[in-house]
């Protein structure tokens, strides 16, 4: 089930659902550095290749709870 929560809500461990320009990708979460304008994540998908993005405090995430 997806549930949309605010970027500040996500935490380690998280799996959520970012959109890239090749698609949709699930990325677990390994590092969340919440900074100044908005927060940095870091993590992994099911193949081990490594996503690093940031987001606005109050931006909505798709986090996938499976």
Known sequence: ???VVLAEELEVDNL???STVY???AIRLTRVE???NGIKFTG???QGTQY???MKYGQSATRLDM
């Open 23 to 25: 698609g949709n990708v």
């Open 1 to 3: 089930m997806d549930v």
């Open 52 to 54: 690093c993005f940031g």
């Open 16 to 18: 959520v659902e970012l």
């Open 34 to 36: 919440r900074r100044v």
């Open 44 to 46: 992994l998908n099911h």
